[in-house]
């Protein structure tokens, strides 16, 4: 018997919606409804200096403006410190924390190893540091957990099989920072595992995060979802579309057209409808489709929405 599908939106309240949001969400409802699942709103609050309760209530109005509707929201991530801090421990009792002082001029210097996309591969600096040395550094330090020599391997709904090393390709992870924050790894592992997330879909600049859950996944004792990375849009001249510069949010479409559009453009251009015509968030989840998806970048403009 197939187990009922459980999606999630996970966005995060420090603006409104662009196109790059809308899409994610749009396929990640589009997949579970499809198949009568069970959708989750999940705020992802845990920078509380550039979240607030008003971005949250714009979001929800751009979510119920294009149709896409939920059937629970969880607590946000800010309210949730304390069933983190159990996790944590439990990574405590396993032996795998360990206190880090590194700097981030340190991580980044160039003597570090980097990855072809200029993330940094953590060397262990501080993984065996003495209790002494440790003393010394008289300031707080962020919390790493040790990673295995193996990599992992999934095959994710869009962009095929997928593999990496977290010794290798990685490092030991933060989970918490130096002021006492969980970081997004460990609290996004937490709130989906919790929340019986089964299918988890957003951008392809997330990839490599699903092996690092996987592994935390595994700690904590929840089983793996299935992961979609859908394509990153991207302006014409090549930028990611992102709330700092307004590119398409949703402040301004609505200005010009209806949500159907919207819809109609984004599946079009993504390759899961024919023709670039209106349609609602019902109608394609009526017709969607993984294996239409494209893979690679999309570039729009305001010119795919007659303007």
């Known amino acids: 018997m197939e187990i009922r599908p459980v999606g999630r939106f996970a966005p995060t309240p ?21 198949r009568g699942g069970e959708m989750v709103l999940r705020m992802e609050d845990l920078d ?6 008003e971005y949250a209530s714009q979001l929800r109005g751009d979510l119920a403006w294009l149709g896409l509707d939920y059937d629970r929201e969880t607590p946000p991530q800010s309210q949730r410190s304390e069933v983190y801090d159990r996790y944590f421990e439990r990574l405590k009792e396993l032996g795998l924390l360990y206190p880090c002082y590194c700097t981030r001029s340190q991580l980044h210097s160039v003597n570090a190893p980097h990855l072809s996309d200029g993330t940094y591969v953590y060397p262990g600096t501080c993984r065996d540091l003495s209790e002494e040395m440790r003393a ?26 997928y ?12 989970v918490r920072r130096a002021d006492g924050v969980y970081v997004y790894q ?47 849009l991207l302006a014409p001249d090549g930028r990611r579309l992102s709330k700092r510069d307004r590119d ?53 403009d305001a010119a795919a929405f007659g303007r």
């Open 248 to 300: 398409l949010d949703l402040g301004q479409l609505q200005k010009w057209v209806s949500a159907q559009e919207v819809i109609g453009t984004l599946a079009y251009s993504a390759g899961l409808i024919d023709q670039n015509t209106a349609i609602s968030a019902k109608e394609l989840a009526s017709v969607f489709d993984w294996k239409k998806l494209k893979g690679d970048a999309i570039f729009l």
């Open 48 to 53: 509380t200096q550039r979240t607030s309760l």
């Open 136 to 161: 010394a550094m008289n300031r707080p330090p962020a919390w790493r957990v040790r990673v295995p020599d193996r990599q992992w391997e999934f095959c994710d709904l869009v962009q095929g099989e």
């Open 14 to 34: 420090s603006g409104r919606m662009h196109l790059g949001n809308v899409f994610a969400a749009l396929i990640a409802w589009a997949s579970v409804r499809s």
């Open 163 to 174: 593999r990496l090393n977290l010794a290798t390709d990685c490092g030991d992870m933060v």
């Open 186 to 232: 460990l609290a996004v592992t937490v709130d989906d595992g919790e929340a019986g997330v089964t299918e988890v879909v957003r951008g392809m600049d997330l990839l490599s995060s699903a092996p690092r859950q996987m592994y935390l996944q595994e700690l904590f004792g929840f089983p793996h979802p299935a992961y979609g990375h859908v394509p990153m």
